[in-house]
């Protein structure tokens, strides 16, 4: 109980050095680094959310990309066709894709192992050949732009054209959702989310409904994606049918691979080494992806748990040596 | 004490002593005379200002690499030609060049690091319609030009162009809309007035369909549309859908889907009852004898030949020293490796970018991003002459929408496989009334 509490203050505190980090790193550093952190923040939100399915249900999706490209959609849509305001878009980039997971989930929880993969990827380029052919809608490849309107908060207002502004807005949303993650993980949901990972069928024998717990876990996941993208086309201005492709669930897979599945701070961690190691590297060479991918293989080799397993279990073995 | 040893003699070159004290009073004398030398006029190099940043982003990998390949390698040897000439108002060009990735919220991403961590001065390239759009909201907020390499959206230079980049965007190539409007009546005068079109089904095949089908409807022709998804590979139940009594099939697909439709119309023998019409689009950066012997007899419309005798003979010396440079030969292939055909109806627009940026701001005296403005405007109402940086003949920039103008070509596919030109449109005949007036942006 003590050690419980003590790893939680840890937490805490860890978590308020690093957001305080984050929030004043925009005193310091220009423009474009502003701008590739807000983008970080996105694409930690996506890996997080799809850690929850991958990491945590033991559910491998390549499906996340639809909700992401609707929550894209929702947010310019909405905002571009319909006038709505930005937190108004924001909530529907969230609801919206919690629908569609709901259905998609309906069929896809029934199916275990490669056959949940196929039927993931089949929905995934099913909303993305709905996106590329229905441009009149969606702009198909080529996308729509628009100028979010300020956000209003209060008394105050934050002017998303503005990268300090947009940089705050998704750091404050990306850290809300990692707490909100973290505490569902913590929580007796969370639990059982973890028995279905470790034993499906123990976990059926107990007594749990695994299917819906699934289902829970997939529309949690997907609303989460779909807040992603929607922060994503915040950040762009800009949504495509690309964002439905679904290579961009590849995203957190190797995110998450990286840094270590079911960990939540892996997943974040990945985003953060891949994402720099890519900007670092373009630099020199435009093959980006093959150094990506070679990273991705030696994980998978010396570091099958991610960068976050081999540190633990590196801890665990010095604690057992001594 | 000094010794013979200890007075450490350097002999030289020149054969004779050179003592320590020498060797002082020379370096001495030495760094006098180059302190002295800096207080005299100091001789012009252009490495001595700033130089003018320009981005550049193509499609390297992934997708449409054939077009990427060609307008990196022409924009990189454009570039180089005009830094050996002696730069821009004595200003050295630096480039700073990223892949698309086929990728719209990559670009951008590439775009913003562009602006905001090399610190360009102008962007070019790519032929992505997408790439561009998601750089519209950066180029607008941030005032600094984007050259279009090769994008074929008309959109983007008609009606909402202030909404959508806010002036900030320059095409000096065609898009769909003037080649529609350039090679419509050919087709519709010496080809059929019954058309099929059987597109890829997305922005671009759309946008064929509508700009070609209005002009064949409103002369009182008949159209129908047929749409396959982009990377269709199997076109026989496409091809068994177009109407019997049509004429013409307008076809426009990119990569292997491009050559797969040419290649099934004849295996169901269309080939021999109506005629095949497309856009060069579909087999650029790729040999007629990789299409095969199926294409023999389609019609294309070019925006420049392909082959070196079919180029207009008073372009010849332009054209000649043009390929030289970027290494292409008479047949349109790449010197050294003619397994490689150019993008030759696309690239030319890289090699007169910078010449015109040139003239632009040598024109305005532009001398950083302040100025953009001016300068896009000094750009936009060049009249290029042919010449050699403008191998593909008179080159017209229309201020009111920044869209260029020059010559179209209808050739057709001879059986030596050879691009053969039947006819030159001049550009007058590619021009459309403006869609927005630009001018008055300040």
Known sequence: ????????????????????????????????????????????LFAISFDLIFGYTGLLSFGQALFFG?????VTILIRKFGLNTELSLLFSII?????????????????????????????????????????????????????????????????????????FVLTIVAISFLFLRRMIQSPLGKVFISIRENEERARLIGYNVQRYKLIAFIIAGGLS??????????????????LHWSVSGHAVVYTIVGGMGTLIGPALGAGIVMSLEHYLINFLQTTDLVVGIVLVAMVLMAPKGLVGFIQSRFKKGETSA | METK??????????????????FIKTTALGAAGLSLSSWAPVPFT?????????????????????????????????????????????RKLELHEYDTKANPAWSASMCRKMILEDKVDLIMGSIHSGVHLACFPIIKQYKIPLFSGGSMTYEFTGKDSLSLHGGYYIRNHSHARSQAVAAWKFGFDNLGKKWTFLNADYAWGHSLAREFGSRVRAAGGKTQDIFAPPATQDFIPFLQKVDPDTEVLFTAFLGSSGLGVLRQTVEVGLHKRLQRFTVICTT????????????????????????LDQVPKELHPYEIAYRKACGVDKDGKEVGNPKVTIAGSHMYSMWIY???????????????????????????????????????????????????????YISRVEPDLKLKVLERIPKEKAMYEPETDLRTIT
């Open chain 1, 70 to 74: 609707l929550g894209g959609y929702t």
């Open chain 2, 284 to 307: 650029e950066g790729i040999g007629q004898e990789v299409v095969g012997k199926e294409s023999v007899g389609a019609y294309y419309i070019e925006y420049h030949p392909r082959h």
């Open chain 2, 46 to 90: 252009y490495g001595a200002q700033p130089p003018i940043k320009i981005g550049m982003l193509n499609e390297y990998t992934v997708f449409a690499t054939e077009y990427g390949y060609w307008l990196g390698k022409v924009g990189r040897t454009a570039i180089a030609k005009i830094n050996a000439e002696g730069g821009i108002a004595g």
């Open chain 1, 1 to 44: 109980m003590f050690l419980q509490k003590g790893k939680s203050f840890g937490f805490i505190l860890i978590f308020i050095l690093i957001l305080l980090g984050l929030i004043i790193i925009p005193f310091f550093v220009d423009l474009f680094y502003q701008t590739f952190l807000t983008e970080l923040f996105v694409w930690i």
């Open chain 1, 226 to 243: 779909g807040l992603a993208g929607g922060l994503y086309s915040l950040t762009l201005k800009y949504a495509s049918a690309g964002y």
């Open chain 2, 354 to 408: 910078p010449y015109m940026i040139k003239l632009g701001i040598e024109q305005c005296g532009w001398k950083d991003s302040k100025k953009n403005m001016d300068l896009i405007k000094a750009i936009c109402s060049l009249k290029l002459k042919a010449g050699p940086w403008c191998p593909v003949g008179d080159l017209v920039m229309r201020e009111e929408d920044h869209q260029g103008f020059n010559d179209f």
């Open chain 1, 96 to 168: 919206i894709p919690i629908l569609f997971a709901w259905f998609v989930g309906y069929f896809s929880v029934k199916l275990t192992g490669i056959h949940f993969v196929i039927i993931t990827i089949i929905f995934a380029i099913i909303g993305n050949i709905i996106g590329d052919t229905w441009t009149s809608f969606t702009g198909g490849a080529d996308g729509l732009t628009f100028s979010p309107p300020p956000y209003r908060l209060g008394l105050f207002q934050i002017d998303l054209m503005d990268i300090k502004g947009n940089y705050y």
């Open chain 2, 5 to 22: 040893k200890s007075k450490k003699k350097v002999e030289g070159v020149l054969k004779k002593e050179f003592s320590r004290r020498d």
